[in-house]
Each structure stands twice: as structure tokens, then as C-alpha cells.
């Protein structure tokens, strides 16, 4: 007797995977380089830690506003084209059926068998079968604004606290470089679990976001500087 299997595939993480690293990235970029770049301008700790506070605060609302509101406009697309294709599959059920049957032969199936599998699937939940095929909306990448929104400001908020804490501990005269190397470490290590959370390729992910994590830190650093001396 064979036994059937279930299968978990990586693409159902694909809603809140997708927030938690923009979250996290975001938030160790973000608040690293606005310490670095606050320690480069010749502040002092205090200062330091009350803008490094500021940015986390600030920013995990930031994204949390930022995630639900676009989220919140793909599912408002989202429900208005399902409308729209409940509307069709009331008044134009038989040019439904063959929109349905010729993708069908398009991804290789023959006409025969396209229309008939196009059938069945209409005459069970038609307008499931032309969500996922026609409109390629499903369960899995439905949008969540609420699950996006919470999952960015947490992770905004837990990236923010790495170089808070490493700026908070680090001695005045080694902050910038101290917070910069916590930083590169930080995202180096989001990067892989990111990466293996997804199935994804680690060396590429780790390489991707260190290398931009450290051209802004610089950015900012060089900014921090030359305002510092104009100062």
C-alpha cells in the first residue's frame, strides 16, 4: 500500500518571509548607518543612543503603516478583480470555459482534454479554478496586510536593537567601527537564514545584502563626517 505524503514547500512562507527580511534589513541598515553616521559627525554617546532609539521606534511604525497600506492595495486589487471574474462567470459562462480551456493548451495540454479538465474543474469551483489559473491568486500568495504589517515591525524593531546595543556598549572612541563591523555580521547572518528559510542560494544572499548593508553604512559615515567638520 502506498502512503500518500504530504509536501511542504517553501513557497507558503512566501507572505511573511518576504516582511521579515525587508523588516530586519531594513532595520539594522537603517539604524547601524544613522549612528555611524551620528558618531561620524563628532556626537556624543548620549546623542547617539537617543537618535539610534528614535530610528527604531520611528522606523518599525514606518514600516508597519507602510507594509499594511501596500499590502492593503494588493488585496483591494485582488477582491476587485475576483468581482469582476464572479461577474463574467454569471453572464459569460461559456466564453469563461474556454478562456479557462486555452491556457490549458497553452501550458500543453490538448484542446480536448484542456476543455474537459476546464469543465470539471468550472463545474466544482469555478471561479477557484479561474482565480488560480486565469488570475494566479491562491491561498498561498494572497495578500495579509495585517500579517505583513506585525511581521515588518518586529523584525524592523529586533534588526534596530543589534547596533543600538552594539553602539551602547562599545567604547566612544571605536563606535563607528564598531557598530559598522556588528552591523556587516548582523546582516551577513540575516542573509543566510533568510536564505535558508527560502531555499534559497546562502553565499548569494549573504554577499547581496552585506554588500549593500556596507555601501550605505560608508554613505552615511562619509555624510556623518562632513557635516561633522562643517560643523
Not at 511604525?61 to 476587485?80: C, H, I, K, L, W
Not at 476546464?118 to 500568495?141: F, N, Y
Not at 556598549?169 to 567601527?177: C, D, E, L, Q, R
Amino acid at each position: 500500500m502506498i502512503r500518500p505524503h504530504r509536501e511542504m514547500h517553501l513557497v507558503a512562507r512566501i507572505g511573511w518571509l518576504r516582511a521579515a527580511v525587508l523588516g530586519a534589513n531594513d532595520g539594522i541598515v537603517s539604524t547601524a548607518s544613522l549612528i555611524v553616521g551620528v558618531a561620524a559627525a563628532a556626537q556624543g554617546r548620549t546623542e547617539i543612543l537617543v537618535a539610534g532609539v528614535a530610528a527604531l521606534v520611528a522606523g518599525a511604525m514606518s514600516m508597519a503603516a507602510g507594509e499594511y497600506v501596500s499590502v492593503s492595495s494588493q488585496a483591494d486589487t485582488e477582491r476587485a478583480d475576483i468581482a469582476r471574474e464572479t461577474q463574467e462567470l454569471a453572464t459569460q459562462p461559456g466564453f469563461e470555459l474556454q478562456e479557462l480551456a486555452d491556457i490549458y493548451v497553452a501550458r500543453g495540454v490538448e484542446p480536448a482534454l484542456a476543455r474537459e479538465v476546464a469543465a470539471q474543474l468550472m463545474a466544482k469551483d469555478a471561479l477557484g479554478a479561474h482565480a488560480r489559473d486565469e488570475l494566479g491568486i491562491s491561498e498561498v500568495t494572497t495578500a495579509r496586510p495585517v500579517q505583513a504589517a506585525l511581521t515588518s515591525a518586529l523584525t524592523f524593531a529586533g534588526g534596530a536593537a543589534l547596533p543600538l546595543a552594539a553602539a551602547a556598549f562599545a567604547p566612544p572612541s571605536v563606535i563607528v567601527p564598531a557598530v559598522s563591523a556588528a552591523a556587516l555580521v548582523f546582516l551577513a547572518l540575516l542573509g543566510g537564514v533568510g536564505a535558508r528559510a527560502g531555499g534559497a542560494p546562502i553565499g548569494k544572499a549573504v554577499l547581496r545584502v552585506t554588500f549593500w548593508g556596507a555601501l550605505a553604512l560608508a554613505i552615511t559615515a562619509g555624510v556623518g563626517a562632513v557635516f561633522g567638520v562643517a560643523a
